[in-house]
């Protein structure tokens, strides 16, 4: 069990859950003419995220860890700030954008870690979670330059 990792997949743990809050925020507060496409997105995105969210918990104890699990901690952990009463299309895809991009910086600072610890299949997971997001991120980047 290694401390460090096991603390940098906690705060990533707490990063989605954030996530996962923000997007249902957006998914029941959009407005404007995108309601219908965004409404759809952001359900598939939370979705998503909760199956994510799973998997790091899991991850973390299958290593020996204890995973993060109540609000209070996911708050004072959180690197992705809480998004409160943001409703415009623009203004939620935004925000999506660099709660992604966050997510993304902390996978790659999880797995380069878990690389030098040797553990390839926590590299494994946060490969595959980076390559799902940057997908999710060229959509959202598509639809911001109309
Ligand atoms: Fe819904």
């Not at 957006?26 to 998503?48: A, C, M, Q, R």
């Not at 004072?76 to 409703?87: E, F, G, R, W």
């Not at 966050?102 to 790659?108: A, H, K």
Request: net charge negative; hydrophobic share 40%; proline share 1%.
């Amino acid at each position: 069990m290694n401390k460090n990792l096991i603390s940098e997949l906690n705060q990533l743990l707490a990063d989605f859950h954030i996530y996962y809050q923000n997007t249902r925020g957006f998914h029941w507060n959009i407005k404007g003419t995108s309601f219908f496409e965004l409404h759809v997105k952001f359900e598939e995105l939370y979705t998503e995220a909760l199956t994510n969210i799973d998997e790091i918990a899991e991850r973390i104890l299958t290593i020996g860890g204890k995973p993060l699990h109540t609000f209070e901690d996911y708050l004072a952990t959180s690197q992705i700030s809480a998004a409160k009463d943001v409703s415009k299309d623009r203004d939620c895809v935004e925000t999506l954008v660099k709660n992604i991009e966050s997510l993304i910086s902390q996978e790659n600072k999880v797995k380069d870690l878990a690389s030098d610890l040797g553990d390839n299949e926590t590299e494994d997971m946060m490969i595959g979670l980076v390559n799902l997001q940057q997908k999710t991120l060229w959509m959202f980047n598509s639809w911001l330059s109309n």
